[in-house]
Every structure is written in structure tokens, then in C-alpha cells.
């Protein structure tokens, strides 16, 4: 059983002190490090009696663990704590089934009560290090001091990215809110262009492909630093751009270089997949809006 389905099933049964106490140990966290009872008692607002009964249900319940003298949240409590808020904004009525597993994060259907099907993305970074997104990001990532920080980090880079994109294509998938590690998303139906599905016009779905590099980059002014075949989705005559959490803006130092690099990881997969050449400069420059064509 998965973390995401841990904390699901565990939801309904959580009294309000101990939610209080797991928000209690997310606020000390953030700026403390591993807080101890004494201060999860403070952040909380719950005596140090009442923290000692929580702490000890939730660790039993695999939403919190000790280290040291102090308490952590494990992933079941992050997650527990996101779908809470879900619930409680009526954005989510019950969590469906698995539709992806990624290196760094896990995608749910997510029903609301009404009929509507999302998608929510639960991010996992930490299951791999994540250092060469790091690294071509540049120093603004000294702040990744955890997994939580990572994966907070993470799920609110995406939202915003993907709010800066919307209006723009139906081919950027829609944000519909976030929460801690994850990201409640528009549902999109497709296979992963790595998977090398039949389309209808090889050289026309590269085309379709640029433009919407082209759109992100000239409209909203985003470079998506980590685009390959692995996050395009196609029914096979449509396509989505999705996973945009390490998405750096156009004005970045290295932006012209994630750019290319972003082309040069789709023209390639054309290439090798679809036997369709396509000169990457010509594709940068048309791209950068340099020209009208490719």
C-alpha cells in the first residue's frame, strides 16, 4: 500500500488534536528543524499532556516518527494533511486509482462529489535526488534543506507555473489549487510520448510541439528546464506539455541553455522515433519568436 492510500484510510479517523498536532510539527519545522514536545505544545496550542497522547496515536498511525529528542512528519502525515484540505475546501470527495508513477512524484484520480474527475499529484522527491534539476537551477535551490522543503517547494513551483500558463493553451493541463507536497490538476487523458504512439503527421506534431514551447516561452514568459518526451502526453492528435515544477522564468541567466536544451530533447526524440530532421537553431530561433517559421 502506497503512502497516498495510507493516508487516505487513516483520514476520517484523526481527532482535532491531532491534527493540531501534526500542523503543530509542520509550523515548527519549517523554521525550528525537529521540534520537540515542548514545542509542538506551543505551536499547537495544546497542553503537553494532550501532545504526549497525540504524538504516540500518530506515530502508531505512521503519520509521524521520532528523531532524537523531537518529532517529524513522515509522508503518510504530509499527505494526510493535504488531502484534509482538499476535503475541506470541497475540492476532493474520495482518492481513485493510481494513473502514474514518476521518479519524483505519483498521480491519483481524485473525485469530487459531484462527478468530476481530477488529477492530483502527490510529489516524492527524495525516492531520487533531484540534483541535476538543482544544479541547472543554480544557487536559489540552497533552500532544499529536506524532503519536505523539496517537495513543498516543488508542488508550489508547479501551481504557480502552471497559473502563469493558463488561458494560453488547452495543451498546458489546468492547476486547480495545491497543498503542501501536492497539486490538484485537471485531468488530462494521453500516453507519453516516450511510449512512441502513431500520429497522424510526424512533422506536423513536432511543429505543434515547438509552438507550444514557443507560447509558454513568449506569452508567460516560461521555460519548462526539464522537457522531454517523458512529459508530453498525445491521444494522438492533441498533446499536453505537463510537469513544470522546475519551470524557470525566460530572463533566467541559464534560460537561453534550459531552452535549448528543451528543444534539443524533442527534435532528438523525433528524430530517432519519427525518422523527422529538424535543425535546432532554426527551432531555437523560431522559438524565440526570432522567426515566424521553422
Known amino acids: 500500500?502506497?503512502?497516498?492510500?495510507?493516508?487516505?484510510?487513516?483520514?476520517?479517523?484523526?481527532?482535532?488534536?491531532?491534527?493540531?498536532?501534526?500542523?503543530?510539527?509542520?509550523?515548527?519545522?519549517?523554521?525550528?528543524?525537529?521540534?520537540?514536545?515542548?514545542?509542538?505544545?506551543?505551536?499547537?496550542?495544546?497542553?503537553?499532556e494532550r501532545v504526549g497522547f497525540a504524538t504516540a496515536d500518530l506515530e502508531r498511525k505512521g503519520l509521524l516518527m521520532r528523531k532524537g529528542r523531537g518529532f517529524a512528519l513522515t509522508r503518510e502525515g504530509v499527505e494526510a494533511m493535504a488531502l484534509k484540505d482538499y476535503v475541506k475546501k470541497d475540492l476532493i470527495f474520495a482518492l481513485g486509482a493510481i494513473i502514474a508513477k514518476g521518479k519524483e512524484s505519483d498521480v491519483y484520480?481524485?473525485?469530487?462529489?459531484?462527478?468530476?474527475?481530477?488529477?492530483?499529484?502527490?510529489?516524492?522527491?527524495?525516492?531520487?535526488?533531484?540534483?541535476?534539476?538543482?544544479?541547472?537551477?543554480?544557487?536559489?535551490?540552497?533552500?532544499?534543506?529536506?524532503?519536505?522543503?523539496?517537495?513543498?517547494?516543488?508542488?508550489?513551483?508547479?501551481?504557480?507555473?502552471?497559473?502563469?500558463?493558463?488561458?494560453?493553451?488547452?495543451?498546458?493541463?489546468?492547476?486547480?489549487?495545491?497543498?503542501?507536497?501536492?497539486?490538484?490538476?485537471?485531468?488530462v487523458s494521453g500516453v507519453r510520448l516516450s511510449q512512441r504512439p502513431a500520429l497522424a503527421d510526424h512533422r506536423?506534431?513536432?511543429?505543434?510541439?515547438?509552438?507550444?514551447?514557443?507560447t509558454a516561452y513568449l506569452k508567460a514568459g516560461l521555460v519548462n528546464a526539464d522537457l522531454s518526451e517523458y512529459n508530453i502526453l498525445t491521444d494522438g492528435a492533441s498533446f499536453w506539455l505537463i510537469d513544470w515544477?522546475?519551470?524557470?522564468?525566460?530572463?533566467?541567466?541559464?534560460?537561453?541553455?534550459?531552452?535549448?536544451?528543451?528543444?534539443?530533447?524533442?527534435?532528438?526524440?523525433?528524430?530517432?522515433?519519427?525518422?523527422?530532421?529538424a535543425d535546432a537553431q532554426r527551432s531555437f530561433d523560431f522559438v524565440t519568436g526570432g522567426s515566424r517559421t521553422m
Do not use: C
Open 1 to 48: 500500500m502506497s503512502t497516498t492510500e495510507k493516508a487516505a484510510r487513516v483520514l476520517k479517523s484523526l481527532k482535532d488534536e491531532e491534527w493540531r498536532t501534526l500542523a503543530g510539527v509542520e509550523r515548527a519545522s519549517t523554521g525550528y528543524g525537529t521540534p520537540d514536545a515542548g514545542r509542538v505544545s506551543r505551536m499547537s496550542r495544546l497542553p503537553s
Open 109 to 187: 484520480e481524485a473525485l469530487t462529489e459531484e462527478g468530476t474527475i481530477y488529477a492530483l499529484k502527490l510529489y516524492k522527491i527524495g525516492r531520487t535526488s533531484f540534483t541535476s534539476v538543482r544544479k541547472r537551477r543554480g544557487s536559489e535551490d540552497a533552500a532544499f534543506r529536506s524532503w519536505m522543503t523539496a517537495n513543498y517547494d516543488a508542488a508550489r513551483r508547479e501551481y504557480h507555473a502552471l497559473k502563469m500558463l493558463e488561458g494560453l493553451s488547452p495543451s498546458f493541463p489546468r492547476a486547480v489549487a495545491y497543498s503542501r507536497s501536492t497539486v490538484l490538476l485537471e485531468e
Open 204 to 214: 506536423a506534431a513536432l511543429g505543434v510541439i515547438l509552438g507550444l514551447i514557443r
Open 245 to 277: 515544477p522546475q519551470a524557470v522564468a525566460a530572463s533566467h541567466p541559464n534560460g537561453a541553455d534550459l531552452l535549448m536544451h528543451d528543444i534539443l530533447n524533442v527534435t532528438s526524440f523525433f528524430r530517432r522515433a519519427y525518422g523527422v530532421d
